[in-house]
């Protein structure tokens, strides 16, 4: 059985920092793409970012380049999501999700198109 457990969100204020956490279970995480996802009040899901544990490539949608940094621990089974200088716009539910093979992405944005698993997402609120 696939699972996810994620964790890390919270209210925050502007200019603070939170770290998500992903961790996956019941599926080869080596063969998988592993990505970031958020989803705000009355929007489409938009990819934040993603990383092949395969090769380490990250991407990044250009709304949290140089304040968002996704890593891997593949001996955990566990992504993070780094969040810095977070702003209210980033607020939404944050989920992760696996694609098997490398990221899908159109430029360095993550699309979130063709997962094949997804968490049940966490709550990240910043205050302005």
């Known amino acids: 059985e696939v699972q996810f457990e994620e964790s890390g969100g919270g209210l925050v204020q502007a200019g603070g920092s939170l770290r998500l956490s992903c961790a996956a279970s019941g599926f080869t995480f080596d063969d998988y793409a592993i990505g970031w996802f958020r989803q705000a009040p009355g929007k489409e899901h938009e990819g934040v970012s993603c990383i092949s544990s395969s090769d380490g490539n990250t991407y990044y949608a250009d709304s949290v380049k140089g304040r968002f940094t996704i890593s891997s621990d593949n001996a955990k089974n566990t992504v993070y999501l780094q969040m810095n200088s977070l702003k209210p716009e980033d607020t939404a539910v944050y989920y992760c999700?696996?694609?098997?093979?490398?990221?899908?992405?159109?430029?360095?944005?993550?699309?979130?198109?063709?997962?094949?698993?997804w968490g049940q997402g966490t709550q990240v609120t910043v205050s302005s």
């Open positions: 999700a696996a694609v098997l093979g490398p990221c899908l992405v159109a430029g360095t944005r993550p699309l979130p198109y063709d997962y094949d698993y």
